[in-house]
């Protein structure tokens, strides 16, 4: 199994960029389908974006296309999202998620392992 372990968040204006980054223990993290969701005060937690173990499948939510970026590097056990073009409505708390299986998909539930989470903040 795996465990994920997020960071990366902070404060930043509109219009901005953060990068978040995910570590991953375990041996086998090249097997994983991983994914990062986001959950807005009040909000059900929701899909953001989500690649799959060989990193040449990638999918994302109608909000980040084109704004976010999400890539993996297998030798470090890590899982990145770069954000740019930041707006207010994407403040949340960003979590990171793997799956077992190899087909990425955005439902919650298909997600086995997630992280703490960490705050992204964008000011207006």
């Known amino acids: 199994q795996v465990q994920p372990v997020e960071s990366g968040g902070g404060l930043v204006q509109a219009g901005g960029s953060l990068r978040l980054s995910c570590a991953a223990s375990?041996?086998?993290?090249?097997?994983?389908?991983m994914g990062w969701f986001r959950q807005a005060p009040g909000k059900e937690r929701e899909f953001v974006a989500a690649?799959?173990?060989?990193?040449?499948?990638?999918s994302y939510a109608d909000s980040a296309k084109g704004r976010f970026t999400i890539s993996r590097d297998n030798a470090k056990n890590t899982v990145y999202l770069q954000m740019n073009s930041l707006k207010p409505e994407d403040t949340a708390v960003y979590y990171c998620?793997?799956?077992?299986?190899?087909?990425?998909?955005?439902?919650?539930?298909?997600?086995?392992?997630w992280g703490q989470g960490t705050q992204v903040t964008v000011s207006s």
């Open positions: 690649i799959s173990w060989s990193a040449d499948y990638t």
């Open positions: 998620a793997a799956k077992t299986s190899r087909w990425v998909t955005t439902a919650r539930n298909d997600y086995n392992y």
């Open positions: 375990g041996r086998t993290f090249s097997s994983y389908t």
